[in-house]
């Protein structure tokens, strides 16, 4: 199988090879070209230097000689002998540098020529001493013409070597030419070779890439059914195989997908509509996606003319609205205050009573993120509520007076007939008076709590001191404590803001509080009353060191009728706590607990700041 590298590297090889190529020929032309220019200026220029030095040697000789003839020397002048030694050294070195047809012949026949030369040269020396005239004449006819003829020779010499220069020059010149010939040609194909190659690589890789890219972005678009031509063996036809084989999967998974999630869309769709209470769904802009026909019905609008609305113009309540903008912020249900978690609306004449219950849509994308708003219709049970507070508050206003006529009577008896009754009528009668009093607080604290769930309650709401309500409230419970020697704290700063409160009602519900402490902490115990701000409240705290709540009742404790221990509590109703909660609420605050058996309890209610 020809795979894809083998292809970049078969074509790159041979580009490679291709540069190897005029990199060799390169190499081989500057060779030659050194070579040609080593014989040049080595044998050639040794040859033409030494033919020149020869020709000036016995140009020197034979000019000396002329001096001497005409001086009449009878000795041999010493320039002949400097120039002779110097003639014979440059003639040496010229048969050394013997390189040209011809030249070796007329170096000898110069030799000879010049061994002449100085024999007629010392015979001519010697006729000068006897016969001037005579040795002119010997100079004239014969050393003169041995004279030219060497320097004739010596001539041809150099101009044959002058002539082989020229021969040379010419050859590198050619060499050059050819070298830049060969090296253009083999470049030129090279760069021609290496293009096309890239040309066809580009190709064979870029359509592949392309045809992939294009089906990529078809199958982003949804289309499944795109298919690569797979052509070859090579990697990029393995790729677009795969390829196809991955968007045939996708296609089976996304039909496979699309039946399930229409399955589930329908079952969703048969749940929601099959809901007896109201359902809405909201996305993450609280825009309606669906709503079912009870909660069309409760709003009084029309399914299809609803959805893709925002749901405050369904629901049009404020506070509703932002418990489920912060559901959707915080991806958790919304915490609703008890008491305001009850909607009151209008549907077809008739009031409506709703409870909703926010369920956050959670999904790993926040774009498909919703909301879920379940209205639960709670009329029937707040009418039967009203109906029992109603019957309370007239039961307990009722029962009201007749207890206190027969507590007066009972009370006059006392006073008036104790002296005629035996000890068991007075026992009687004092136990008659005790539990027709337990009736009375009883019925006064129906009768209030009756009130207060009613909203028929007045409230004189004004600025208070806090440290004045806590004072109020100590002094209520202070001979209490004493009788148990239980010693009373109060932990109040000095800078302490006003706080908005009835200061009957409040003072009420700490000293019940206090009362209570009293009652569960033991003789010598400590209990404590604090006042802090925290943000926009005043915090009061009521601790003790008692023996605390059980952790099953703790979350009743607030519960009408509950007591912590009933046989230490006769007189107690069980509906002080259950008051403070309501009054507490009436001030728009809230009531908590914290304890843990053994080691004490902490009742804490909030109440607004005057300036907020």
């Not at 972005?217 to 070859?232: L, M, N, T, W």
Request: charged fraction near 25%; hydrophobic fraction near 45%; charge should be negative.
């Amino acid at each position: 199988m020809q795979t894809l590298r083998r292809r970049i590297f078969l074509g790159y090889g041979a580009t490679l090879l291709l540069i190897v190529v005029v990199l060799g020929g390169a190499m081989v032309f500057i060779l030659e070209l050194g070579g040609a220019s080593d014989a040049l200026l080595q044998e050639d220029y040794q040859s033409i230097l030494a033919a020149v030095h020869m020709i000036d040697a016995i140009e020197r000789q034979d000019s000396a000689m002329l001096l001497a003839l005409m001086e009449s020397k009878k000795q041999e002048p010493t320039e002949v002998k400097e120039n002779e030694a110097l003639f014979l050294q440059w003639l040496v070195r010229a048969k050394d540098s013997i390189d040209l047809p011809g030249e070796g012949e007329l170096l000898e026949s110069v030799e000879k020529k010049y061994t002449n030369y100085l024999t007629e040269a010392a015979n001519l020396l010697r006729f000068n001493e006897s016969d001037r005239d005579r040795a002119l004449r010997v100079y004239r006819e014969v050393v003169s013409p041995i004279f030219k003829s060497i320097r004739e020779s010596l001539i041809k010499v150099k101009e044959m070597n002058h002539a082989a220069i020229d021969r040379a020059s010419h050859r590198v010149h050619g060499l050059v030419r050819h070298g830049i010939l060969a090296i253009s040609l083999i470049g030129s194909a090279s760069i021609l070779l290496g293009t096309m190659f890239s040309l066809l690589l580009s190709r064979v890789i870029s359509q592949p890439v392309a045809e992939l890219k294009e089906a990529v972005s078809q199958i982003a678009q949804g289309d499944y059914e795109v298919q690569v031509p797979v052509r070859g063996s090579d990697e990029l036809a393995l790729l677009a195989s795969q390829f196809n084989l991955m968007a045939e999967k996708l296609r089976q998974y996304h039909a496979m997908n699309i039946n399930q999630l229409i399955s589930e869309k329908q079952k969703s769709e048969a749940i929601i509509q099959s809901v007896d209470d109201g359902l809405i769904v909201a996305d993450g802009n609280l825009l309606i996606t669906d709503i079912n026909p009870k909660a069309a019905t409760i709003f009084g609008v029309k399914r299809d003319e609803v959805l893709g609305k925002h749901v405050l113009e369904v629901v049009r309540e404020e506070k509703l609205l932002n418990l489920l903008r912060q559901s959707v912020a915080l991806g958790g249900a919304s915490r609703v205050t008890e008491g305001e978690d009850i909607l009151t609306v209008m549907s077809e004449g008739k009031q409506l009573h709703l409870q909703p219950s926010i369920i956050p849509i959670s999904t790993p994308d926040p774009a498909i993120s919703g909301v879920l708003l379940l209205l639960h219709d709670v009329t029937r049970l707040h009418e039967l509520d009203r109906l029992k507070s109603e019957f309370v508050l007239t039961a307990s206003h009722e029962l009201r007076t007749p207890l206190t006529g027969i507590g007066m009577a009972i009370n006059m008896l006392l006073k008036k007939a104790l002296p005629k009754l035996t000890d068991e009528e007075k026992e009687l009668l004092t136990a008659c008076y005790s539990e027709v009093r337990r009736l009375s607080a009883l019925v006064k604290d129906l009768l209030d709590l009756s009130k207060i769930e009613a909203g028929k309650l007045q409230m004189a709401i004004e600025p208070l001191a806090a440290a004045f309500l806590c004072d109020q409230a100590l002094a209520s419970v202070k001979n209490q404590a004493e009788a148990k020697h239980i010693e009373l704290s109060l932990k109040t700063a000095a800078d302490l803001p006003e706080v908005l409160a009835d200061p009957v009602k409040i003072v009420w519900v700490l000293v019940n509080l206090l009362a209570n402490a009293v009652r569960h902490t033991p003789e010598g115990g400590h209990i404590g009353l604090k006042g802090e701000k925290v943000g926009s409240q005043i915090h009061f705290s009521v601790r003790d060191d008692g023996e605390g709540v059980p952790f099953d009742m703790q979350s009743r404790i607030f519960d009408k009728f509950v007591q912590v221990s009933p046989k230490d509590n006769s007189e107690g109703s069980g509906l002080g706590l259950a008051i403070c909660r309501e009054i507490v609420r009436a001030h728009r605050g809230t009531i908590w607990l914290d304890s843990h058996p053994g080691e004490g309890t902490t009742f804490t209610f909030t109440l607004p700041l005057a300036q907020v």
